[in-house]
């Protein structure tokens, strides 16, 4: 065989092996080994490497797309200093994916705007990184999808669907009640996912509220015996972000201190 085939003959074995790094990169990488004086092993490890590289940024660029974040976030970008409720230790350890592995479940509670669905978010975007696969929905959303596929007699597909991310996030239960049959659905799919894929949910409620969310306490009961028995609960007690935002540009006052009544 001439030497002149021996490019062509490379390019398609490792087009065969879907290693398209290496073949569209082969001539800048091999140049890359020799000005580094790098060893046979060493440039086969090199050219490995850049190969896994592209690969882990595929994925990651395909679980995101998947996963249906509202918005990038991450928790450096967090203010912790403004909510001094939470342990960063705590959200750190938990952004180690543990709980996730184990199919455990989160809750985030708190007020409207201290920064659940940011931190649900970053959480999410860790667990991609660590290699689960992650799906994030409004809570409005997923009942409406649950619902929908109950009428079209498809539910079992969809509980099928929703049971397959390791990570499913649902966010903001509890801005809208549900109605008792919606309540069961959700039931069903807390049920689907006990102790083999984990939830987070995040919730303006505290879990003794949900009684009136779901519309139902012994559903609601349910629910929460299931979801809370491997499980870490975090509240978080602080202002709204966007409203401090708007105090300091003068746009809202703080409101003003109850005076103590006195007795006449």
Same mark, same amino acid.
């Given at each position: 065989?001439?030497?002149?085939?021996?490019?062509?003959?490379?390019?398609?074995?490792?087009?065969?092996?879907?290693?398209?790094?290496?073949?569209?990169?082969?001539?800048?990488?091999?140049?890359?080994?020799?000005?580094?004086?790098?060893?046979?092993?060493?440039?086969?490890?090199?050219?490995?490497?850049?190969?896994?590289?592209?690969?882990? !940024?595929?994925?990651?660029?395909?679980?995101?797309?998947?996963?249906?974040?509202?918005?990038?976030?991450?928790?450096?970008?967090?203010?912790?200093?403004?909510?001094?409720? @939470?342990?960063?230790?705590?959200?750190?350890?938990?952004?180690?994916?543990?709980?996730?592995?184990?199919?455990?479940?989160?809750?985030?509670?708190?007020?409207?705007?201290?920064?659940?669905?940011?931190?649900?978010?970053?959480?999410?975007?860790?667990?991609?990184?660590?290699?689960?696969?992650?799906?994030?929905?409004?809570?409005?959303?997923?009942?409406?999808? @649950?619902?929908?596929?109950?009428?079209?007699?498809?539910?079992?597909?969809?509980?099928?669907?929703?049971?397959?991310?390791?990570?499913?996030?649902?966010?903001?239960?509890?801005?809208?009640?549900?109605?008792?049959?919606?309540? !069961?659905?959700?039931?069903?799919?807390?049920?689907?996912?006990?102790?083999?894929?984990?939830?987070?949910?995040?919730?303006?409620?505290?879990?003794?509220?949900?009684?009136?969310?779901?519309?139902?306490?012994?559903?609601?009961?349910?629910?929460?015996?299931? @979801?809370? !028995?491997?499980?870490?609960?975090?509240?978080?007690?602080?202002?709204?972000?966007? @409203?401090?935002?708007?105090?300091?540009?003068?746009?809202?006052?703080?409101?003003?201190?109850?005076?103590?009544?006195?007795?006449?």
């Amino acid at each position: 065989m001439s030497a002149e085939t021996i490019p062509d003959r490379l390019d398609l074995l490792l087009g065969r092996l879907k290693l398209g790094v290496i073949r569209d990169q082969l001539d800048a990488l091999l140049d890359e080994a020799a000005r580094g004086e790098l060893s046979m092993r060493e440039t086969v490890a090199l050219l490995c490497e850049r190969e896994v590289a592209r690969r882990d !940024h595929r994925r990651i660029e395909m679980a995101m797309g998947l996963a249906r974040f509202p918005f990038a976030r991450d928790l450096a970008g967090f203010d912790f200093s403004a909510q001094p409720s @939470l342990d960063p230790k705590q959200l750190r350890d938990l952004a180690q994916g543990r709980w996730i592995a184990n199919g455990d479940n989160l809750l985030l509670l708190g007020p409207p705007g201290v920064g659940k669905t940011h931190l649900a978010v970053a959480l999410g975007r860790e667990a991609i990184l660590a290699g689960y696969g992650v799906l994030f929905t409004p809570a409005a959303v997923l009942v409406a999808q @649950l619902s929908k596929a109950h009428e079209q007699g498809a539910l079992e597909d969809k509980l099928a669907s929703l049971a397959k991310p390791k990570l499913l996030i649902i966010d903001e239960l509890g801005y809208l009640p549900f109605d008792p049959n919606a309540a !069961h659905l959700f039931f069903q799919l807390v049920s689907r996912r006990y102790e083999r894929g984990a939830m987070l949910i995040t919730s303006n409620r505290a879990v003794g509220d949900w009684g009136e969310v779901f519309g139902d306490t012994i559903v609601a009961t349910a629910i929460l015996d299931r @979801l809370l !028995h491997h499980s870490a609960v975090i509240t978080i007690r602080g202002d709204s972000y966007r @409203l401090r935002e708007k105090r300091r540009a003068g746009l809202l006052q703080k409101p003003a201190p109850t005076e103590p009544k006195t007795k006449s």
